[in-house]
């Protein structure tokens, strides 16, 4: 399986970013897609997820701001990120888990700077 992330990119505080990822390669039905995040000199934290079947789960700083959602028939995960803070800075990494194990995308490079 592989990854493909896009849509990083520098925004001012407040303003909006929309990440996509498309997984291609043998991709099981049943799966879950998520973002994970990375700053500098941080762990990598999950950022949101959502199931196959469409249950989300968010990391508390990002509820209410981020909208995580999928289109299955393209193995394409999205992250629609509005009111962004500079503390959002950080390499965002989509990731896929199966039966089978878990995968990642590269990252992409989320700036929040005026």
Same mark, same amino acid.
């Not at 762990?43 to 789960?57: D, F, K, P, Y």
């Not at 700083?61 to 500079?86: C, E, H, W």
């Given at each position: 399986?592989?990854?493909?992330?896009?849509?990083?990119?520098?925004?001012?505080?407040?303003?909006?970013?929309?990440?996509?990822?498309?997984?291609?390669?043998?991709?099981?039905?049943?799966?879950?897609?998520?973002?994970?995040?990375?700053?500098?000199?941080?762990?990598?934290?999950?950022?949101?997820?959502?199931?196959?079947?469409?249950?989300?789960?968010?990391?508390?700083?990002? !509820?209410?701001?981020?909208?995580?959602?999928?289109?299955?028939? !393209?193995?394409?995960?999205?992250?629609?990120?509005?009111?962004? !803070?500079?503390?959002?800075?950080?390499?965002?990494?989509?990731?896929?888990?199966?039966?089978?194990?878990?995968?990642?995308?590269?990252?992409?490079?989320?700036?929040?700077?005026?």
């Amino acid at each position: 399986v592989q990854l493909q992330a896009s849509g990083g990119g520098l925004v001012q505080p407040g303003g909006s970013l929309r990440l996509s990822c498309t997984a291609s390669g043998s991709i099981l039905s049943t799966n879950v897609m998520g973002w994970y995040r990375q700053a500098p000199g941080k762990q990598r934290e999950l950022v949101a997820h959502i199931t196959s079947g469409g249950w989300t789960n968010y990391e508390e700083s990002v !509820k209410g701001r981020f909208t995580i959602s999928r289109d299955s028939a !393209k193995n394409t995960v999205y992250l629609q990120m509005n009111s962004l !803070k500079p503390e959002d800075t950080a390499v965002y990494y989509c990731n896929m888990a199966n039966s089978r194990g878990a995968y990642w995308g590269q990252g992409t490079l989320v700036t929040v700077s005026s």
